[in-house]
């Protein structure tokens, strides 16, 4: 076995992964369309954000879509629409990023932290139950990496228990369950259009339902002025707002519009989405069955109800002791020094965040029901499957390595020997 590169060796892979994002002519020419059309606010044609909206609602499979300036504007925009009293509390899984966790906050609400089930790195349905107050009035289902949770438990309980869901699909454009899109399945769906999402135009978000009545209530949160989008209602047959005729700015909105030029862009990329996702997904299921005989790592469980898994980050659960007790950092530090570009993830997972730590501090600024403070005592919170993901077991695949070529998911076996023939020449 050759010397591994972290060691002065050659590396398994010494090309750099594909440039991303992918473009050509087409997304040059969508967005010239849309600068000559002068629409770059809005705008009706094509090359427009109503073309995207109606055409990303297709794709996902939703009657509605509207785009917004982020992922995170898109989960709050989401929450606002739910029209949930003030103090209320979000049910949602800690392996997750932040902005999950402060959209609940930053809209009035309480997160609630319920654990992951450790073979999915999705909230644990079984956990939900017990974790239900007489305050609680939603379910946050974050399908993490672009695996679908597991919807039909979760709806089963939103029902018989009077809560709403909602789906936070930043990772999950194309993703289905049971043939469905993600992001049409519960009350409502957010996704993030930032830039290492599976679908961007640089920053961006979509919020997407089938609901009349929260789409309306998203737009109003969205929109302060919602004057440019007359032609998208006109479209769909339906009144701008939920307001009353004659009344004044009668809600308390934002003003978190996507722009109709990064629509134009957004919309070329959903063109080549397809393709993309096709990809990924068949990379994500041949690196999983090429685990299946590496000692030390696994891919994560995926129910028969995941019938598309967009791999907009494959999770590789890493178990040291099939690496002779190697930390999870060495054994990245030592893949990347051999040019398989993985990660370790998140370093805590969010009920851990600083901002849960410090019950005096920011929270306190932000802490939707009372001047005492927060009742809810994060510190308490017991997540160990969350917990250990962070500690020791996860590793990411990115998005741009699963686009690659199967070439680059052997890559990471390949490597993966190297290191373990290592291992005594690596443990700190
Ligand atoms: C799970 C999840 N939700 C929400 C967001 C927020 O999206 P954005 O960065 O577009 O605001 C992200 C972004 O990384 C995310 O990973």
Same mark, same amino acid.
């Not at 939707?368 to 005592?377: C, I, L, M, T, Y």
């Given at each position: 076995m050759t010397a591994l590169a972290l060691h002065g060796g050659t590396p398994t892979r010494s090309r750099p992964y594909g440039a991303w994002p992918e473009f050509d002519e087409t997304d040059v020419e969508a967005v010239a369309d849309a600068l000559r059309s002068g629409q770059w606010s809005a705008g009706a044609g094509e090359n427009s954000l109503i073309g995207f909206e109606r055409n990303f609602a297709a794709y996902q499979g939703a009657a509605y879509c509207l785009s917004v300036n982020s992922g995170t504007s898109a989960l709050e925009v989401a929450l606002r629409a739910l029209r949930l009293p003030r103090g209320s509390e979000v049910l949602l899984a800690p392996? +997750?990023?932040?902005a999950s966790a402060t959209a609940v906050l930053n809209t009035g609400l309480v997160p609630v932290f319920v654990d992951m089930d450790p073979e999915t790195y999705n909230i644990d349905p079984r956990l939900i139950e017990p974790a239900i107050t007489e305050r609680t009035r939603a379910v946050m289902t974050v399908h993490f990496g672009g695996l679908a949770c597991d919807l039909e438990s979760i709806l089963e309980i939103a029902r018989r228990r009077g809560l709403r869901v909602i789906e936070d699909a930043a990772h999950a454009h194309g993703s289905t369950w049971n043939e469905r899109g993600l992001? +049409?399945?519960?009350?409502v769906g957010c996704f993030s259009l930032g830039f290492g999402k599976n679908l961007t135009p640089g920053i961006g978000g979509a919020v997407t339902t089938n609901d009349l009545d929260i789409f309306k209530h998203a737009i109003a949160y969205a929109e302060l002025d919602a004057g440019p989008r007359h032609s998208r209602f006109d479209e769909l047959g339906i009144d701008a707002a939920p307001a009353a005729p004659g009344e004044w700015f009668p809600y308390s909105a934002g003003n978190r519009r996507l722009g109709g030029v990064l629509a134009a862009l957004a919309g070329a990329q959903l063109g080549r989405l397809e393709g993309q996702t096709r990809r990924r997904a068949a990379h994500g299921q041949y690196l999983s069955e090429l685990l299946e005989d590496v000692d030390g790592l696994s891919s994560r469980r995926e129910d028969a109800y995941v019938t598309r898994n967009a791999n907009h980050l494959h999770i590789i659960r890493y178990d040291a002791d099939g690496f002779g007790g190697l930390p999870r950092e060495c054994f990245v530090e030592a893949m990347r020094a051999e040019g398989v570009d993985i990660r370790p993830g998140y370093v805590r997972p969010m009920h851990q965040a600083d901002l849960f730590g410090d019950l005096n501090g920011e929270l306190s600024l932000v802490w939707?029901?009372?001047?005492?403070?927060?009742?809810?005592?994060y510190a308490a919170m017991r997540c160990p499957a969350a917990e250990r993901a962070c500690q020791v077991e996860a590793i990411w695949v990115p998005q741009i390595v699963m686009l690659d070529g199967r070439e680059a998911m052997e890559e990471i076996v390949e490597a993966a020997d190297k290191v373990r023939h290592h291992t005594a020449a690596l443990t700190p």
């Open positions: 392996y +997750t990023y932040m992001g +049409t399945i519960g009350d939707p029901r009372g001047d005492d403070g927060p009742d809810v005592d």
